[in-house]
């Protein structure tokens, strides 16, 4: 029995964060996808049911700061912790769930709650680095941004919306810097290319030590400015290793405002789920 325990113990855990309140979207979690043969799912659900791909998991939780949302996640048979509503980000409220918790994986990972469209080999690849290093606080993944994509963030760019997050690292892949603009420069005559820029996915793996430096450090100034949460990381010195992993088939839009709706739909069909 005390074997099971340990095993248990050394295997990850996924948190997924859900908040009722959004500028954008207001009870996102809440909202109603539908997918191959019309089936009808909260957005929660199939964040859910995406996370239980992920293989060798010794369990899940959606950390959730409504009652509205732990509701529905007891009514499709999943487990809710409250948190504070306090929480400003995904890692704070990940950090508020293993409080509450006995025993602590020594992997955590924070599973995007508006994002069902996650492929589980890039979660895969995030825990696996951290398994590969002990001694690395925090990973997260890092995707080639190629062609069409990459004229897709300079379109936005120029035309002042964000249209992803970037990110750039050292050649031990340790992340240097996030952000919501393009990053680093390209000269136009290297576009066509792979080039360096990298699309930064907002799924984590932390240690619990670094959660816990990080509930007990204020927002830094760039956090707040980018308003990024990862770049506490940086700012108090957590390392951060950005997996690299080359980009999935097909769309992996998050549900960000309501108008993304009919894309996730659309590929949820395409993928017959």
């Not at 340990?6 to 908040?19: D, F, T, V, W």
């Not at 979207?25 to 199939?46: H, T």
């Not at 002042?160 to 992340?175: E, I, S």
């Amino acid at each position: 029995m005390a074997d099971s325990r340990q095993r248990e113990h050394q295997q990850p855990c996924i948190i997924i964060p859900a908040r009722y309140a959004s500028s954008r979207f207001p009870g996102k979690p809440l909202a109603r996808l539908k997918g191959a043969g019309g089936v009808e799912r909260s957005l929660i659900e199939w964040s859910w049911r995406a996370a239980r791909k992920v293989p060798d998991i010794s369990f899940m939780l959606v950390a959730t700061d409504n009652r509205r949302i732990a509701d529905e996640v007891e009514r499709f048979g999943g487990t809710a912790v409250m948190t504070p509503a306090e929480c400003a980000n995904g890692t704070e409220r990940c950090a508020a769930a293993i409080a509450s918790l006995a025993q602590v994986p020594e992997i955590i990972v924070n599973f995007q709650g508006d994002a069902p469209l996650t492929p589980q080999a890039i979660v895969s690849a995030v825990i696996a680095r951290m398994r590969d290093e002990p001694a690395l606080a925090v990973a997260t993944p890092a995707i080639p941004c190629r062609g069409e994509t990459y004229r897709h963030l300079m379109e936005d760019h120029a035309a002042g919306r964000v249209g992803g997050t970037t990110v750039v690292f050292n050649r031990l892949k340790q992340a240097l810097y996030f952000s919501k603009n393009v990053i680093p420069y390209v000269p136009p005559t290297e576009e066509g290319g792979v080039g360096p820029v990298h699309l930064h996915l907002g799924i984590y793996a932390y240690r619990p030590d670094a959660l816990a430096a990080y509930l007990e450090s204020p927002p830094s100034a760039l956090e707040l400015a980018e308003g990024l949460e990862q770049l506490r990381f940086l700012d108090i010195g957590v390392g951060v290793g950005a997996v690299v992993c080359e980009p999935p088939d097909g769309s992996m839009i998050e549900l960000n405002n309501p108008s993304d709706v009919p894309l996730i739909e659309g590929e949820l069909k395409r993928r017959d789920l």
